[in-house]
């Protein structure tokens, strides 16, 4: 670094320009270590993977699974570059080399399905999509096999079942070997999916981090509003923002909807910690998936 140009202005400032070379591979570091750093204040976000492959054949024919482990790898990889924890990566790879369905189907009716597998898996995100690859033949000027493949995937947010980010684009790969080629395919698609889909996913996360993370309570033999939904209500009001509530007399269940700032062992340790939650000798809890929590009086 130096020094170019240095000027006085009449109120006693001194201005300098400088001249500096900057190390492209320190900052994209630099950068890697704060997004991990953000990640871990909430704990690393889980994402799984419900991803497949298959070869679509002539019209009228069924089409073929194809083994996905090109898709899991480059999606891994991005989003482990991100700060995300990928520890559901076997059964990501189970579903990718046996094919799955509807789950990876990326379809709004099956996406109770996909967000059950998910929250079992205790993850915050759930990425799945398949990519749909044909045989495009010879190309009689480049000589070269081409493939055509369309990927569709999204991310689902598990707290809330909504839509973080969506993915569709076509790709066309050209290769002298045509195991190469699908080869190819499989991966440029997957990579720039997985790409568009982290950034988009880190900024949700972000944002969790900096206003809380959305949370499903689920209060079983709620048998009196007053004495014990109201209690409760309160409780949360201290540490939590109550977006939604819903008591129903019949089946004696509360169900709340609360963004907090921490995790759900965290938020679980608030309610049974605060002294007006005391006087309920019986409370428990009965089951903790992904960021729904079930009590029962």
């Excluded at 994209?28 to 889980?46: F, G, Y």
């Excluded at 891994?76 to 369905?101: C, P, S, V």
Aim: glycine share 6%.
């Amino acid at each position: 670094m130096c020094i170019r140009d240095r000027q006085w202005d009449d109120s006693g400032i001194l201005n300098l320009e400088i001249e500096a070379v900057l190390a492209l591979k320190q900052i994209e570091e630099d950068i890697r270590s704060m997004i991990k750093a953000v990640a871990k204040q909430l704990d690393n976000p889980v994402i799984v993977f419900v991803l497949t492959a298959w070869e679509v054949p002539d019209p009228g024919l069924p089409k073929k699974h194809i083994e996905g482990q090109l898709l899991i790898d480059a999606f891994q990889e991005q989003f482990k570059n991100r700060g995300f924890d990928i520890k559901a990566a076997d059964e990501a790879r189970e579903f990718a080399n046996l094919g799955t369905g509807r789950l990876a189907y990326v379809s709004s009716a099956g996406r109770s399905g996909i967000v059950k597998y998910a929250r079992e898996a205790n993850a915050n995100f759930v990425a799945r999509g398949e990519l749909n690859a044909t045989f495009n033949g010879l190309n009689p000027a480049t000589g070269a096999i081409e493939w055509i493949g369309t990927i569709s995937t999204e991310i689902i947010d598990v707290s809330t079942t909504e839509l973080v980010a969506s993915y569709s684009h076509t790709v066309l790969k050209a290769f002298p070997n045509r195991a190469q080629g699908l080869s190819a395919l499989m991966h440029s698609a997957a990579e720039n999916a997985a790409k568009a889909l982290s950034e988009q996913t880190l900024t949700t996360w972000q944002q969790y981090v900096g206003h809380g993370l959305v949370y499903e309570l689920t209060v079983e033999n709620v048998t009196s509003w007053r004495k014990q939904a109201k209690v409760l209500l309160k409780v949360l009001d201290k540490f939590c923002e109550v977006r939604n509530k819903n008591y129903n007399r019949n089946t004696k269940k509360l169900l709340v909807d609360v963004i907090f700032k921490g995790s759900v062992t965290e938020l679980e340790d608030n309610i049974f910690e605060d002294r007006s939650m005391a006087q309920f000798k019986n409370l428990d809890t009965v089951q903790v998936s992904g960021n729904h929590l079930t009590l029962t009086f």
